[in-house]
């Protein structure tokens, strides 16, 4: 995900949290319990009402308001788990590290931050209610790191079929958009509620092909991880995108439909809703080195900072060497041992708030601190090189390929896992009940 979108998010699930606030409103209600947690009805209320203002702006239909409550309440539920996973694990978002996604941020906008404040506050948002919110977007995208990436394992028997694949047919040099509906089935199910999902399927492929609006109908109808997206994958290269979609999609073009297609979860239907092609003829290439300082009940956000401070003061003084001070302190074990050197990489492998901070250095210079969902790190931009990506493409471009792929699978089984294993009573209002 992107932090642009993130921003807007904010803003519209925030504006809407200021204007319930304002209105005189009944006493709230809880409305989904989860483990030892719940849900108000008031949460379900502003995210309806969020996804109402951004359907409107947008100028897209929705499903029936019960419709939308349901996926509503689907999402709310999967982000309680999260955030009670990160809880559970002692995973905190420190001011420091916010501090300093809020400065990425507003480097990707190209304003200050103080200018992005402004700009915040000019809709109706306190930018306190905005830090809580961006808070809460990167404790999840930790979360899932942390709880995805050990479930994921890349053999070199993987990589290097990838690399011969490239090698043979040329990296794919187009992106697809992708729609996708799935039409869910319970576990271990019986042959009628197979059938009935299908004709679920059928039926929804039908009012597809005779131009239903693709995002409406997935609101209302997808069970995926992208309902509330109007079922809208970002753009990915066909070999970052799960399994299912690159089997079926190699040879399809802008605006077909394809499906039902039968899994183990379901009835799936897939839209090519968009294609563009990449641009992989040449990429810079970065060298560089790093120290990296984990914060940990031992050691405080505050006082890493202050540690990578003081040995870029001696490196700078000349009273101490980077490659030693790399052997000596560095977290990270792949490259301490080579006093931090990092090697040739494209700068996109790493995590955003490294390659933008990479993207503005000078050859030669030192980095300040700076907070990544790893640690603190300083780094040295050694220097910078022009190569033909069609070329040079090598083991670590295949395994990041892969890994992505891999990721988007993962993370759908893990969230379905937590979800299994969880206690969940959704308590319908009064007015519903029999």
């Given at each position: 995900m ?16 200021n ?6 409103m ?8 989860i483990?030892?947690g719940?849900?108000l ?29 349901t ?6 539920i ?6 009670q996973?990160?809880?559970?694990i002692?995973?905190?978002i420190?001011?420091l590290?916010?501090?300093q ?6 480097k990707?906008?190209?304003v ?42 890349v ?5 290097s079929g990838?690399v ?9 040099d187009?992106?697809f958009q ?8 319970p576990?271990?199910?019986t ?16 009012r597809?092909n ?18 509330l997206?109007?079922g809208?994958?970002d ?9 299912l ?17 039968k899994?183990?979860?379901g009835?799936h239907?897939?839209k090519?809703v ?8 040449e ?21 890493a900072?202050?540690?990578?401070a ?8 000349g ?8 052997t000596q ?5 792949g490259?301490?041992?080579?006093g ?5 990489a494209d ?5 955003p ?10 050859e ?9 969902t ?5 780094v040295?931009?050694e220097?910078?090189r ?5 070329e040079?493409?090598?083991?670590n ?5 892969i890994?992505?792929?891999k990721?988007n ?10 979800r299994?294993e969880?206690?969940i009573?959704?308590v ?7």
């Amino acid at each position: 995900m992107k932090h642009s979108k993130k921003i807007i998010f904010a803003l519209l699930a925030l504006a809407m949290s200021n204007t319930s606030m304002a209105a005189p409103m009944p006493l709230d209600r809880v409305s989904v319990q989860i483990n030892d947690g719940i849900i108000l009805e008031s949460e379900i209320t502003n995210m309806v009402s969020t996804v109402k203002a951004n359907a409107k702006a947008a100028n897209q239909t929705l499903p029936s308001d019960d419709a939308l409550r349901t996926q509503v309440i689907e999402r709310l539920i999967l982000t309680h788990l999260q955030m009670q996973m990160a809880e559970r694990i002692g995973l905190q978002i420190g001011d420091l590290q916010l501090d300093q996604t809020i400065e990425n941020i507003a480097k990707e906008q190209k304003v200050t931050v103080a200018q992005m404040q402004q700009t915040i506050e000019s809709e109706g948002t306190s930018f306190s209610q905005y830090r809580e919110q961006l808070r809460q977007e990167v404790t999840l995208g930790e979360i899932q790191r942390i709880q995805v990436q050990r479930r994921i394992q890349v053999s070199p028997q993987e990589i290097s079929g990838l690399v011969k694949l490239i090698q043979e047919q040329g990296l794919k040099d187009v992106e697809f958009q992708i729609g996708h509906i799935l039409i869910e089935v319970p576990s271990n199910p019986t042959s009628e509620q197979l059938e009935g999902a299908s004709r679920r399927a059928e039926i929804v492929l039908k009012r597809l092909n005779n131009g239903d609006d693709f995002r409406s109908t997935a609101i209302a109808s997808s069970s995926g991880p992208k309902a509330l997206e109007g079922g809208i994958w970002d753009f990915m290269n066909i070999n970052e995108m799960p399994t299912l979609f690159a089997e079926v999609i190699s040879n399809a073009k802008k605006g077909d439909i394809i499906g039902p297609i039968k899994s183990g979860s379901g009835f799936h239907i897939i839209k090519v809703v968009d294609t563009r092609g990449l641009q992989t003829q040449e990429v810079e290439e970065v060298k560089s080195r790093h120290i990296l300082l984990k914060p940990s009940p031992i050691l405080s956000e505050d006082r890493a900072k202050a540690m990578l401070a003081n040995f870029l003061a001696q490196v700078r003084a000349g009273d101490a060497d980077f490659a030693k001070l790399a052997t000596q302190y560095s977290e990270d074990p792949g490259s301490a041992a080579k006093g931090g050197e990092l090697g040739w990489a494209d700068p996109s492998m790493y995590v955003p708030e490294f390659t933008q901070t990479l993207a503005s250095l000078q050859e030669g210079q030192y980095s300040e601190p700076f907070r990544t969902t790893h640690g603190w790190h300083v780094v040295q931009l050694e220097s910078r090189r022009k190569t033909d990506a069609t070329e040079q493409f090598n083991s670590n471009r295949a395994h990041q390929l892969i890994f992505r792929r891999k990721f988007n699978e993962e993370l759908q089984n893990w969230l379905d896992e937590m979800r299994s294993e969880a206690y969940i009573e959704i308590v319908e209002p009064e007015s519903k009940r029999g």
